[in-house]
């Protein structure tokens, strides 16, 4: 906006405050600040790096999205996108900073469905609520998610794992992202859906929770296949199923559990990109249109299925939707499972 034009529209507003008196003062003083701060969003964002919050540590799927999406992404948006990891808390951590981040379109949150839709649902009275105080802009990607064991664990199939839980119940003991995460609830839905209990050991992250597997602090894990597919192939961990409707073609010998007869415990794992709530709407739309074009990068799509991630992309609306959907039907399973809500 041009210097005569800012003169001219102040002008205008310091007659219509006079004309108007102090009661409507207060209400077009506020309209005029939005409107030109929409005017200069739309004109000039973004000028600086943007700041990509992610909820886990460094080297877990979610940071292995986030890392790759934020290089193409800044190529599109011609600033460097810059990725802060705030693990902890089962994301709270990471996503309650981004959604209390001031809304200029310079901070976003790039997390899994437990930050939109699990926390909200297990943790109604601490959690941020998405619908008011995040502006979805896309799902990104999908990703099934594995249930493994440790190389050196005497199980070599689920039906072995299963056979022990049995016979040891509540001895056997699983790595979480933290209590009521997304892998806390898909490890409780696992032992319903086959009939046996596990002990869950909450810890802050991915990387954290693998090399407990890893090191045989703990008996199992789950997690992406992105996390786990390299370890698999080295021999220090065991895949034993995978958590979705589909085959991975990282780990294409591992059956999904719906195959070994457990379709109860399946979970449906997925990214998105949101920022703060009431982020000025030229900045969303430009924002959309950046992520629908890195999303269109062939070489992107070629890195991200080469991690066994499935790139997509999921407008706003339909985003939002699929929070809506699920949060109840977490909530309700979460009940199932035993998993106290808060």
């Known amino acids: 906006m041009s210097a005569p034009a800012l003169k001219e529209t102040a002008s205008g507003i310091s007659r219509r405050l006079l004309l108007c008196g102090a009661s409507g003062a207060a209400l077009m003083a506020h309209s005029a600040v939005a409107a030109a701060a929409t ?16 909820p886990f540590a460094a080297g877990g799927g979610t940071d292995i999205v986030a890392r790759m999406i934020g290089r193409t992404l800044s ?3 011609g600033q460097p996108v810059v990725i802060d990891n705030k693990p902890g808390a089962s994301t709270l951590i990471g996503t309650e900073m981004a959604a209390r981040a001031r809304p200029d379109g310079y901070t976003l949150l790039l997390a899994a469905s437990t930050s939109y839709s699990v926390n909200p649902a297990l943790r109604a009275a601490r959690a941020y609520n998405p619908s008011r105080d995040l502006a979805p802009i896309a799902i990104v990607a999908r990703v099934p998610l594995v249930l493994f064991a440790g190389g050196t664990a005497p199980w070599h199939s689920l039906s072995e794992l299963v056979g022990a839980a049995r016979t040891r119940p509540g001895q056997i003991r699983y790595a979480t992202f933290g209590n009521a995460s997304g892998s806390h609830l898909t490890g409780e839905l696992f032992a319903l859906a086959a009939g046996i209990r596990l002990q869950d050991i909450p810890y802050r992250g991915s990387s954290q929770a693998m090399v407990a597997v890893i090191g045989g602090e703990v008996d199992l894990g789950i997690d992406t296949v992105a996390s786990v597919a390299p370890h698999a192939r080295s021999g220090k961990v065991r895949a034993l199923g995978i958590v979705g409707a589909a085959r ?14 457990l379709p109860e415990a399946s979970f449906d794992a997925w990214y998105g990109v949101a920022a703060p709530a009431h982020t000025p709407a030229p900045v969303l739309a430009r924002l959309t249109r950046a992520m629908s074009d890195t999303l269109g990068s062939p070489a992107l799509q070629a890195q991200l299925r080469a991690q066994g991630i499935e790139p997509t992309m999921v407008g706003a609306a339909a985003f939002r939707q699929q929070i809506e959907r699920e949060i109840p039907r977490y909530r309700a399973l979460a009940h199932r499972a035993g998993i106290a809500v808060e």
């Open 39 to 54: 005017a200069v969003a739309q004109n000039t964002w973004p000028q600086k790096p943007i700041r990509l919050v992610v």
């Open 75 to 77: 190529q599109q948006l």
């Open 248 to 261: 991975s073609g990282l780990l294409p010998g591992v059956r999904t559990l719906a195959e070994q007869g």
